[in-house]
Each structure stands twice: as structure tokens, then as C-alpha cells.
């Protein structure tokens, strides 16, 4: 059989994570024996050929996988809107022998991909009669294969749960809404910021929720009064009364009333400049929301589908009908490409005819639940409690090491939890604090401004309780009336309570239900696929090493990145995935000798081939006697005057900083989810103890008896680790040039 042939363009507006997706493209289809070229503009590009249609090799897409932006470039084509357009389109493919198109953009893009693939017989038989083309040349490529890939900010595409681009465009809005609230709450200052989606609502959404806004409309989800300025002003003024400072209010380009009619940012500040008799700034985000590097979770979903688009081209039978390939449940699918473009439009037509219950329900589970719990996050203050309700008193606590994140699910405990009308407690320092009877009941605004800050405000400790502690615990829990807790924290935090549980015979108070939430940075929680403060570590990590490399540009170094994880290699391997490392040692293998030996010698050929910068991370504990120096210290001597050699311990930073968007979002969804949970078990009366986790795209509650099933005490690490099969996909991106 003939060498297949596969092209790949970016279209529509960029996004962040473009790059990464063409260099896996190319890469992969290398890798599997394909050829593989590059449209430059588009379909502008396969409009024009030639020059636009570039041959690419292992090398030409090397660097590019931290640039925002699209190498290739993008355009928006009119010529490719007409059937001549895509007539020469078709000529300057089956030119090149080329059969097989991968498209990366947006509705639009992927709508025209789709319309190309069903013209191409009959384009080609008009290429065939107007004499432009042999009839046996057009023989040979009977079907053109599409495959589609979602590169748009606006996470506006039905089928696939994450757009590439959307994870980073919240970042740049989670970053400038953040310093909008520190120059906000110094002049005590209403802000309103505006961010993109002109039918999807999720930038702002999801914005408003990573950042604590008071307020934010969406055009899915019109205010449901006439008199939603007055709505609006008598929330704010509400914060105002209970002690706020400032005001953010976050807006979607497509806001707007029930009625349909748009509703402007210079509207909202008339309206509130009027209602609260104060100063109202406007910023809009723009294109700030599109530029700037990836997040590392879009380097590695763009990574991860752009393989994934490879392999369903290479797969395709010619009958197949054109798929996108997208991400559900934190795996990579296949999808039908119209009746997601079909379902995709559906939204904006729902939003046009001014159906939004139609909108919502077409919008993911997960939209909806966000939407309502941002409904209470707003609130100035909590409904009261309901006349004879029983209100239950529940205790939060921070524990093991500190993970960003921890702040705003307390943040989220303590407001779900008061709005509900119960009490609301909060135990400082983790279970020391808790066994010295360091306990305060939590107000509405004792945790203003906490949704965004890292670190733990309540103090946390590595201590896990045992023995005498367990007696001032209990006597704690007694002397507070504590009736539920929510702890929040890593391995020790688990450790902590399975010992509690494991106690219950002999101190009758901790008969009460308790529910874990898996925060740590290490990501080496039973029961679930995340836990909070990993993707924050992550994005850390690959901003220190793009740093790093850009340290180097100029010498034949290799850089040895040492990174957190304890016995566990998720931060190592994602950290390679993401920075494009050429290895990765992690502690579920080990590291070994010969493999080492194997390294230099990669190393050596690399460098002496022209490479100009090696990375390898090594986990922390990948292994007890190669350690970071050790390895240092060997390829120093085995690279001889070949190239040479740097450690760069991350340490710290990795656990710093603000929490990611994805953290914070994700903190206050599973605080929901536990408190619920915990409110439901104090009216049943049921005292299970448990840990709650995101595994296959569902939220489960685990009972604690089984920690030691689904976690190995040892290792403290999941039994099971999804990830560990991501290595195949890291080793081929990270490859020499097979020429090496
Ligand atoms: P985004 O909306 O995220 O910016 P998009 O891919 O939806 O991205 P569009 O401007 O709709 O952006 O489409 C990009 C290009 O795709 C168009 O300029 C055109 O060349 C091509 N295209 C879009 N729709 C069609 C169509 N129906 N038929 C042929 N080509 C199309
Ligand atoms: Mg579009």
C-alpha cells in the first residue's frame, strides 16, 4: 500500500494549544510511517498551494509547543465558501497524493471541512472533465478522510467537554479579574469585566465562579425578572451592607435580557453607577483572552487529540463519515462531526428564539450545577434558616500538606453550608488544631476574598492522629457539637480519618459522618482521576521550565528538572508532556542503570545532531540512590565536551502560588457535592465515613473501609493511575528525529 498522505491547517480564530495540537499531528503520523504536511493559512493555503503546502519533518515542529498562537497561521476564506475555491483546493491535494485532512477550528472551519469531504468525488470528476486532471489520478484517491479537532476559546462546542484554547483563555481571565479585585477592593470600586462568548456563556461562567464575581450574566441564561437592573443593585448593595468592599461583575459578549436584546457593559455601569452612587469601571478582555502561552492542560489535550486525529485517519474506512475528535470523561472520543456541529448550532438558535430553558438543557450537566451554585456563591448573605428547621453543625478542616485550592472549597463549605442554614464551623491547623480544641464558627464574609487566594487561611499540618490525640479530638468534636466533617486535604488527611474510623469502637464520638476531599498538589489520591491543587503544581512547574529553556537558548545543555510527586509520577510525566521532555523517570517504574547508560547515549546523539537543549524531569522519588545529583553527575562525565549539564530542583514553588482556574472550579463543585452529601447523612442519620472522587467522568463517594483496597498504603498512591497510559503517547512526542 501506498505511504498515506495527511495534511493538517488551523482555521477560524486561534486559540492557545494550536501548536501543540499540529506538532502531535505531525509527530505522530512520522512516528507511524505517514507523510505528513502543513497548510499555512488555512484554507486560504489549499486554496493557493504551492509554497502554503509545506512537507514537514520531525524537526519543523520542534519549539513551538509553548508559543500561543498557530505557527502554521489561520484565515478566515472566502474563496474557500465557493465551489471553485474548493475545486482547486482538491487539485492542489490529490497533486500531492494527500487524501487524508485534519482540520483544527472552530463550527465553521469543521462545517466547511465536512461539505469538502462529501464534494470531493464529484470535484474531482470536474477537475477529471475540464481536463485539469488524469482520470487514472483521480481513480487513486476516491474519498477524502476529514478529521476535526476544536480549537476555540469559548468552550462553545457541543460533543467534547474542553475546547483547545478554553482552559488558557480562563486563565488569562482568572489572572486579570484576580488583579482587578485587589485595585477594586482598595478604592472600594465596582468593576465590570467582559469577557468573549457571544453564544456560550462559559468564559464567563466559569470565570465568575474560579474568581468569587458578584455577579455575572450569561446569554444562555437571561436574568429571569424585567427588572434585573433592580435585582442586581439591591444583591450589590446587599454586599455592601454586610461589609464588601468591592464589586466584580463578569459579563459574556452575548449578554442579554429576556427578551433577547443585548444588554451592553456600558448599560450595566449606567445602571449601577446610578443604583450604588459610585464609581464603575469597565474593562473588556479581548484578544488578551486568546494570546499568551497554553496552559499546560491545553498543551497536553491538544497533545492528546492531535494523536488521537492521527490514529482515526489512519483508521477511516472510506465510507466512514467525518468524525472530531474530542475529550469526555478525561478520555479522548471519537464524535460524529455534523451532529455535533448540528447540536452546537442548535444553542445559538435556541438563544435567537429566546428558548433558554431549551439553551441550558442543551448545555452540559456540569454548566447547569455551575450556574446554580454561582446563583449562592452571589448572595451578599444567606437565606435565613427555614422556620423549625434543624440546623446542623458542621466542621471544615485543612489537612497534610498545603495544595492550592484548599481556600476556596473552604470558602464553598462555609457559604453552601450557611445558606442552607446550618452552622458552620472551622477547625484551624488540621487535626492538631482540631485535638486542641482550635475550632470558631465561620460567617458568610469570614471568608470574603478567599476563593482566590493559595495556600491554606485555616492553617493545615501534616499530623496524622493517633493515639493520645484521638482522646482530645474526641473531646472536641464533644465540646463543639460537631455533627459532620469535611476534611480537606491529601494523603495524610485520609490517612487521619481511616484511623478515626478504625477508632469509633472505642470513642463513641466519632460516630459522625465524614466526608474527604482529595487536595494535593501530588494528584495521589484513591478514588479519584484529580484532586485539587494538581493542575495549579503543573502549570507551575511547566512556567518554571519554559523559563528554564529559554535560559538556554544558546548552549548544548541538558537540564535535569527534579519535581514533587512522593510516589507518584503524575506531576513528572504530565510536566514532560506538557514542556515536550525528552525523559521522564517516574516511581512506578524506577530508574535503572542500562536505562541511564541508554539516556547519554540518546543524549550524546541528540546534541552532537545539532540539538541545542535536553530536558529530563525526574520525580522526586523515582529512585532512592539516582538521585537528581547522581544523574547529573553522570551525564556531566558521559557528555564530556559534548554537552553540558544543569539540576533545577523546583522545590516549593510547585505547591505555591494562586490556585489554577481548573482548581478552583473543580474545589467548588466536589465541596458542593460533600456537603450535600453530608447534610443528607446527618438527616438519615448515617455515620459512613468517605472520600469522594472524580473517576470516568462521575462524582462517587467511596466508603472509607475501603481506603486500603483502592489505595496502596504503601506507596500512598492509587492502586489504579489512568494516567500511567499516557507514557506511550509521551515517548513518541519526545523523540529524536528518527534521522538520530
Ligand atoms: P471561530 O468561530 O472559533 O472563530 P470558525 O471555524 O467557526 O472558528 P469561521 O469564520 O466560521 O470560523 O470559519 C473559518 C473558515 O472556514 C471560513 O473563512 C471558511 O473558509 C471556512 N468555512 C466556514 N464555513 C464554511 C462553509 N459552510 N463552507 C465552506 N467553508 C466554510
Ligand atoms: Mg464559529
Known amino acids: 500500500m501506498a505511504t498515506k498522505r495527511i495534511a493538517v491547517l488551523t482555521s477560524g480564530g486561534d486559540a492557545q494549544g494550536m501548536n501543540a495540537a499540529v506538532r502531535a499531528v505531525v509527530r505522530t503520523a512520522l512516528d507511524k510511517g505517514a507523510d505528513v504536511y502543513a497548510v499555512y493559512e488555512g484554507y486560504q493555503g489549499l486554496v493557493e498551494g504551492g509554497a502554503r503546502i509545506h512537507k514537514m519533518d520531525w524537526d519543523s515542529v520542534g519549539g ?16 474557500f465558501r465557493t465551489r471553485d475555491g474548493r475545486r482547486t483546493a482538491a487539485l492542489n491535494l490529490v497533486r500531492l497524493g494527500i487524501d487524508g485532512l485534519i482540520v483544527i477550528g472552530g463550527d465553521g472551519s469543521l462545517t466547511g471541512a ?4 462529501q464534494e470531493w468525488p464529484s470535484l474531482l470528476s470536474e477537475l477529471v472533465q475540464n481536463g485539469n486532471l488524469e482520470a487514472e489520478t483521480a481513480a487513486k484517491y476516491p474519498h ?3 478529521v476535526g479537532m476544536v480549537g476555540s476559546i469559548d468552550n462553545d462546542f457541543s460533543g467534547t467537554e474542553m475546547t483547545i484554547g478554553a482552559d488558557s483563555a480562563l486563565h488569562r481571565i482568572t489572572d486579570a479579574v484576580d488583579a482587578i479585585t485587589s485595585t477594586a477592593a482598595s478604592h472600594q470600586r465596582t468593576f465590570i469585566v467582559k469577557v468573549m462568548g457571544r453564544n456560550c456563556g462559559y468564559l464567563a461562567l466559569y470565570g465568575a465562579l474560579a474568581t468569587g464575581a458578584d455577579w455575572v450574566l450569561i446569554p444562555e441564561a437571561p436574568p429571569d425578572v424585567d427588572n434585573w437592573q433592580e435585582v442586581m443593585v439591591e444583591r450589590l448593595k446587599a454586599g455592601i451592607r454586610a461589609g464588601r468592599r468591592d464589586h466584580i461583575v463578569i459579563m459574556a459578549e452575548g449578554a442579554q435580557d429576556r427578551y433577547g436584546n443585548y444588554i451592553g457593559s456600558s448599560d450595566v455601569q449606567r445602571v449601577l453607577e446610578e443604583g450604588l452612587g459610585e464609581e464603575v469601571r469597565t474593562t473588556v478582555l479581548g484578544h488578551v483572552q486568546r494570546g499568551g502561552r497554553p496552559s499546560a492542560y491545553d498543551r497536553n489535550l491538544a497533545t492528546l487529540l492531535g494523536y488521537e486525529a492521527v490514529i482515526a485517519v489512519l483508521e477511516a474506512k472510506p465510507e466512514d463519515d467525518a468524525v472530531v475528535v474530542g475529550t469526555k470523561a478525561n478520555r479522548t472520543i471519537r464524535l460524529p462531526l455534523m451532529e455535533c456541529v448540528e447540536r452546537t448550532r442548535q444553542v445559538a438558535e435556541a438563544i435567537k428564539a429566546r428558548d433558554y430553558e431549551k439553551a441550558m438543557s442543551l448545555r452540559s450537566t456540569s454548566f447547569n450545577h455551575s450556574f446554580r451554585t454561582l446563583k449562592t456563591m452571589v448572595r451578599a448573605l444567606p437565606h435565613p434558616p427555614e422556620p423549625g428547621q434543624k440546623r446542623f453543625r458542621i466542621a471544615v478542616l485543612n489537612a497534610g500538606a498545603p495544595a492550592p485550592g484548599m481556600n476556596t472549597a473552604v470558602r464553598a463549605a462555609v457559604r453552601l453550608g450557611l445558606d442552607e442554614g446550618h452552622i458552620m464551623l472551622a477547625a484551624s491547623n488540621g487535626f492538631e488544631g482540631l485535638a486542641d480544641g482550635e475550632v470558631k464558627e465561620m460567617q458568610w464574609t469570614s471568608v470574603n476574598g478567599w476563593a482566590s487566594v493559595g495556600g491554606s487561611v485555616l492553617g493545615t499540618s501534616r499530623k496524622v492522629p493517633k493515639g493520645k490525640d484521638m482522646y482530645a479530638i474526641a473531646r472536641t468534636i464533644e465540646n463543639h457539637r460537631i455533627e459532620a466533617l469535611l476534611v480537606i486535604g491529601g494523603w495524610n488527611a485520609y490517612e487521619g480519618v481511616y484511623n478515626m474510623m478504625n477508632e469509633r469502637a472505642n470513642f463513641p464520638a466519632f460516630n459522625i459522618p465524614i466526608v474527604c476531599l482529595p487536595a494535593s498538589i501530588n494528584n495521589n ?3 479519584s482521576e484529580f484532586s485539587i491543587g494538581a493542575d495549579t503544581a503543573l502549570n507551575n512547574i511547566v512556567e518554571a521550565i519554559d523559563k528554564i529553556k529559554q535560559s538556554a537558548v544558546a548552549t548544548r545543555r541538558c537540564f535535569v528538572v527534579e519535581v514533587m510527586g512522593h510516589w507518584c509520577g503524575y506531576l513528572a510525566l504530565m510536566g514532560a508532556l506538557a514542556t515536550g521532555a525528552e525523559r521522564f523517570y517516574l ?12 539516556d547519554v547515549t540518546m543524549l550524546r546523539r541528540g546534541f552532537n545532531l545539532g540539538k541545542r537543549l535536553g530536558l529530563v524531569i525526574r520525580n522526586e522519588d523515582a529512585n532512592p540512590i539516582y538521585s537528581t545529583n547522581f544523574i547529573c553527575s553522570l551525564f556531566e562525565e558521559e557528555g564530556k565536551d559534548v554537552f553540558d549539564v544543569r539540576p533545577a530542583i523546583l522545590g516549593h514553588l510547585q505547591q505555591g502560588g494562586d490556585p489554577s482556574p481548573f482548581d478552583r472550579i473543580q474545589a467548588t463543585r466536589l465541596t458542593r457535592l460533600c456537603l450535600e452529601h453530608l447534610i443528607e447523612q446527618c438527616r438519615e442519620s448515617d455515620t ?25 498504603l504503601k506507596f500512598q498512591r492509587p492502586r489504579d493511575q489512568w494516567w500511567l497510559q499516557l507514557r506511550t503517547i509521551a515517548n513518541i512526542m519526545a523523540k529524536l528525529s528518527p534521522e538520530a
Not at 513551538?64 to 474563496?79: D, F, P, W
Not at 465536512?114 to 469531504?117: A, I, P
Open 144 to 146: 477524502l478522510v476529514i
Open 587 to 598: 516511581p512506578e517504574e524506577g530508574i535503572t542503570l542500562s536505562q541511564l547508560q541508554e
Open 64 to 79: 513551538i509547543l509553548q508559543q500561543g498562537g498557530t505557527v502554521i497561521g489561520t484565515a478566515r476564506s472566502e474563496e
Open 688 to 712: 459512613t465515613n468517605c472520600f469522594i472522587g472524580l473517576q470516568n467522568g462521575k462524582f462517587v463517594f467511596h466508603d472509607m473501609r475501603d481506603f486500603d483496597r483502592v489505595g496502596d
Open 525 to 527: 489520591l484513591p478514588g
Open 114 to 117: 465536512n461539505l469538502f469531504r
